[in-house]
């Protein structure tokens, strides 16, 4: 069935799950057991009982009325922490902040905005955003404590903390607070001291239209960015090269879900001897990258581009992946999966598939990826498929994704 296929009712049941009962959402309203009998029931829907229950389970009104649907895999403490996040955008936005709020000193807020990233890099997508909500207000209160003149390092602090916010944001499908948030991070990085945190951004900025299907426009800023920090291999810092290996891998991902061979080669190239180069993995700015994280990656830039045989040759080069962050693990193992597929081998596919379900559930339920491997593996009706199918709720045959699902799964 199709959402607006639903009574409001049942929408209402669906959306407070099992985990909220009526008792409960009766309390979160301060509306009577009763009332919310009645609504769920479709005997009684006024306009104050819609805006009170939409308030509770953290939706518009126009999600509950049907003319709209809820996103993929939204529960409702993704719909709570999406709210507060993009209050806390906007409001930091406009100079609007609580007033029992507190200005942290520079490295407690430092320290702050490294957890939340490590947060993200585990998958922990709802978490990540929940603490981040704060953050912003946080980090807004301390750039105003600061001298004029001797602001540049905080408005790098909240400049990474909008670019969380649109990373988070983007990740869960919550495209137009993606585009604010990366659009406040902009200006706060340009007020910036650190060179590489516009750069930075605009990375940030290429994966949102990466998202949106914008290929090209998020092939042009890619490269853009990556040209803007090249640096001399002979002086760069390890912090100059994870962040320019990250710009250009990111670059070679983009050109591939274009199908550019040549560019993404290029890119490719660029990124392995950054690896080389930088021989281990390292953490700045809130993204990781060296030699494995160049490989890895490699491995779904050649399944998106068709090189099947190149993928699964990488693959095998592989050996441990430990230096990664879980979020990378689990992504990797998804390309695993799809070059597997792709080559038929349908059996090894759905097994890395159903271990990276398992294992990693609050990552899986926001990747469109596992739904695509699904769909290419149909045609093996296994009670092992049946099982990976369930765990991403899609329907072997049934449930289809287009092909800007297909080219920007990420």
């Known amino acids: 069935m199709q959402w607006s296929d639903y009574t409001n009712g049942q929408r209402i049941k669906i959306l407070r799950g099992e985990d909220v009962r009526q008792s409960d959402l009766a309390e979160m309203t301060g509306l009577s057991i009763v009332t919310i009998q009645k609504a769920e029931q ?33 529960r409702r403490d993704d719909r709570m922490m999406l709210r507060a996040l993009s209050q806390a955008v906007h409001d930091t936005a406009a100079g609007l902040l609580p007033d029992s709020i507190e200005a942290p000193a520079e490295a407690r807020l430092q320290d702050a905005i490294d957890r939340c990233w490590n947060l993200y890099w585990k998958g922990h997508y709802t978490e990540a955003g929940a603490i981040t909500a704060p953050l912003l207000a946080q980090a807004a ?5 600061q001298p004029v003149g001797e602001q540049a390092e905080a408005w790098g602090l909240l400049a990474d903390a ?12 919550a495209r137009d607070l993606a585009y604010a948030a990366i659009g406040h991070a902009q200006s706060a990085a340009e007020s910036s001291a650190d060179g590489l945190r516009p750069a930075l951004v605009a990375s940030g900025r290429s994966w949102v239209y990466l ?8 092939l042009a800023l890619a490269e853009k960015a990556a040209v803007d920090i090249e640096p001399r291999f002979s002086k760069a810092t390890p912090e100059q090269l994870t962040v320019y290996g990250s710009h250009v891998n ?10 550019d061979k040549d560019r993404a ?19 700045a700015h809130g993204t990781l990258f060296g030699p494995v994280t160049a490989t890895t990656q490699a491995v779904g ?13 990488l693959v095998d080069a592989i050996t441990d992946t430990s230096q990664l962050t879980e979020a990378a693990r689990n992504r990797y193992a998804m390309d695993k999966a799809m070059a597997m597929a792709d080559a038929k081998m349908w059996d090894a596919s759905l097994d890395i598939l159903e271990k990276a379900l398992t294992e990693a559930p609050q990552w899986a339920r926001h990747q469109a990826l596992p739904g695509v491997i699904v769909q290419k593996v149909d045609r ?18 049934i449930d289809g994704f287009s092909p800007a699902t297909r080219r920007t799964a990420l």
Do not use: C, W
């Open 301 to 313: 830039i050649n399944a998106a581009l068709g090189e099947t045989g190149k993928a699964l040759a």
């Open 380 to 397: 093996a009706s296994t009670a092992r498929l049946r099982r990976v199918s369930k765990l991403i709720g899609v329907r072997p045959g």
């Open 265 to 283: 080669a290029a890119f490719l190239s660029q990124s392995h001897a950054t690896g080389a180069r930088m021989g281990n993995e390292h953490r």
């Open 42 to 74: 479709d005997k009684q829907f006024t306009l104050p009982t819609l805006m009170a229950i939409a308030d509770a389970l953290s939706v518009d009104t126009s999600v509950i009325l049907g003319q709209q649907a809820p996103r993929r895999a939204m």
């Open 211 to 218: 998202r949106d299907a914008r290929l090209p426009a998020a």
């Open 162 to 173: 909008y670019r969380l916010a649109a990373y988070v944001a983007n990740l869960v499908g």
């Open 141 to 145: 209160a301390h750039l105003h404590t």
């Open 250 to 259: 990111f670059a070679a991902v983009v050109a591939s879900r274009m199908g």
